[in-house]
């Protein structure tokens, strides 16, 4: 189960968290990523983050979004920086011990988050 926290509104330049806290076993061994769905659109992946710490994300937020992970507290981070109205979305965490590590991957994850909104206006 992912249980997340954080987003909200903020202006444009604006920064903001979400988080994401995973009950259960084993999370330092989970593969992490962050999505998110604007109103009307297909989710969207913007990284992730593996069991090794290695990061990926996509052009359109690299620089601007950070993904990290805090294995003892079962927790995975976002940090929104330098905010834009397009980045109004509902962000959704998920997470899987298997398969490739990558939003772009076709099989889908098994363990998903019900998704924190964020609000950005201009």
């Known amino acids: 189960q992912l249980e997340q926290s954080g987003g909200g509104s903020v202006q444009a330049g604006g920064s903001l968290n979400v988080s994401c806290v995973a009950s259960?076993?084993?999370?330092?061994?989970?593969?992490l990523v962050w999505f998110r769905q604007r109103p009307g659109e297909q989710r969207e992946g913007l990284g992730g983050?593996?069991?090794?710490?290695?990061?990926t994300y996509i052009d359109s937020v690299r620089g601007r979004f950070t993904i990290s992970r805090d294995n003892a507290k079962k927790t995975l981070h976002l940090r929104l920086d330098n905010l834009t109205p397009e980045d109004t979305a509902m962000y959704i965490c998920?997470?899987?011990?298997?398969?490739?590590?990558?939003?772009?991957?076709?099989?889908?994850?098994?363990?998903w988050g019900r998704g924190t909104q964020v609000t950005v206006s201009s």
């Open positions: 998920a997470a899987d011990f298997f398969g490739p590590c990558s939003v772009h991957r076709v099989s889908p994850f098994n363990f």
């Open positions: 259960g076993p084993s999370f330092s061994r989970y593969c």
């Open positions: 983050i593996s069991s090794d710490g290695a990061t």
